[in-house]
């Protein structure tokens, strides 16, 4: 700890660990972002099953005091290891600011504290992951040691992204949901794409290198403007089920800047969950999600095409958040969804690209939509390519299909200012 780092003053938790307090505004200058990676050996707080963790944490000033924002992570259920990358901003902070983190356990009534680690801002090197031992609580002194791993992001994240959604394929679900094959429907979890959905796939993928190797040619500005910047893209991110998986690995096959950068899967992107939904349950955590879905592809496309992904993809797919059970069994209420859509904004606020691609599903980002558009954009008239407000928020992007959303990440709540369907893709 730095010399004008001093130890966080003792405040009082009730309830839900809930804190308030009142001091004078953070000084101006750039805000200060960090990254809980992770924690390890997280002891029992509970009787029966693992602890249920999170962290809160904040910024304390050199008298001790607390400045700017109070941070959550979201909740890892029944596990000593919980994976987060939650990404946060703690405001403008002065110099010798430090960083308060509590490590709590999630529980019906009263959350209780594990511990807690305080370190000087300045003592965390950008970009680099860094672990910290936890101090216990009085009722966990006896417990093995505890770490928690974060990183100061590096600043200067532009604050309006070009964020391009892309919906999966059609699935074995939403075939037999079509088809009233309750059987089918019922009987499995996570269900890959079916020949239909491969199908889908690979034709998005022909007409996204058509679209890029013409765009010079391309006599709309507004279309060569995007497509230039879903070309520039350096940051992608899936979701982890698996009909998702398989369609990002087709349909942005040999796209240099994702085998270049990477693929991150991100627990957020999940479809929402309805009562009855089993698509949207999952089954591997972790590297078996990605064994799972390269089994689904070698029955399905050309021999070729998968060794391409396993020479070139494959090893470059950061399984980021999805290391605990990334799903839930029960039906996603408002508040979850508010909390989650926040992780999730945050995860593309930071990413230091000003262009970002996301395959995910359509509850999710009609949910997204229905967050997010802004007032003036609700106002507009629209075109065929550019759908008004009530057409996005109340039809489902097609399987397969690609809209191109303008957002801006200045205020506390991000607005989405413009939108375009790309690549001949519909509503529907």
Known sequence: MGKKCVAVLSIAMGSGMSLSWRSKPPPKGPEEVVEIVSASNVPKADIV????????????????????????????????????????????????????????????????????????????????????????????????????TIMRRIPGAPVRKTVFVIRHGESKWNAAQQQMNYVEMLGDFDHPLNIEGIQQASALNKKIHNALANIAKEPNKSVQQALNAFKSAKAFFCSPFTRAMETCLIALLKLENLEGNGLKLLSTAREVKNTLGLDTVGVATGPDIVKRVFEMLKADVDPEILAHLESRVREKIHTYDCQNPWWTRVKDTEDDLTKRFYDFSCTLRFEQSDSVVVVGHSLFFQGMLRRYLSDEFKQRRGSEMEPTAHALTRRKLSNAGCLKLDMDFSQDTPSITGAMLMFDSKLV
């Not at 999170?54 to 400045?67: C, D, K, R, S």
């Not at 109070?70 to 405001?91: E, F, I, Q």
């Not at 010798?96 to 300045?122: F, P, R, Y």
């Open 49 to 148: 099953s693992e602890s249920d963790p999170y962290v809160l944490f904040y910024v304390v000033n050199e008298a001790g005091n607390p400045i700017g924002q109070r941070c959550k992570t979201l909740v890892r259920s029944d596990t000593p290891s919980p994976v987060w990358h939650a990404v946060r901003s703690v405001g403008p902070v002065p110099a010798d600011a430090s960083l308060h983190l509590v490590l709590l356990d999630d529980d019906v009534q009263n959350d209780e504290k594990i511990g807690t680690v305080t370190v000087c801002l300045a003592d965390l090197p950008t970009g680099v992951e860094k672990t910290l031992e936890v101090t216990f609580a009085k009722a966990f002194r006896s417990s093995p040691k505890c770490e928690l």
